[in-house]
């Protein structure tokens, strides 16, 4: 039996409302919960994420080395092109950073309130040959 049942990612910002409608919407999701300091929501596909108020949040500087990624977020998209033209139109914006060494195609974003996150295609099967 797990210990650990559910869990929430937290993101802190100054307006956790605006952030939780940027990702709420990005995720076709719903609010589930709401107080004075802290938004909660659920996606679409089930993942859990809140916001919680910290008028003093300051967002992380990456991938400029002056200051930590601290935290992100992966999500897994179809068609980049299309998922980027959401984030853009939802507020979001790129991050101007290298192509990623690796299997898997992605690119970086910032929220409305400076968390970065990364879309990631979602890997193929290829057929089998022979």
């Given amino acids: 039996m797990a210990v650990v049942k559910a869990g929430v990612v937290v993101l802190d910002c100054a307006e956790p409302e605006k952030l939780a409608e940027f990702y709420r919407e990005l995720l076709a999701g719903e609010q589930t919960g709401a ?7 659920r996606g679409a596909d089930g993942i ?11 967002p992380p500087s990456w991938p400029r080395p002056e ?13 980049l092109d299309e998922a980027e033209r959401r984030v853009v139109g939802l507020g979001g914006r790129p991050l101007d950073t290298k192509d990623p060494a690796g299997p898997y195609e992605e690119r ?6 400076g968390h970065s996150f990364t879309l990631r295609l ?6 089998k040959q022979g």
């Fill in 122 to 127: 979602v890997p193929t099967a290829a057929p």
């Fill in 48 to 58: 859990r994420l809140a916001f919680r108020r910290d008028v003093n949040a300051t």
């Fill in 67 to 79: 200051n930590s990624l601290q935290a992100h977020l992966d999500f897994l998209v179809e068609d």
């Fill in 35 to 41: 107080s004075a300091n802290l938004v909660e929501i």
């Fill in 108 to 113: 970086g974003y910032a929220d409305p309130a």
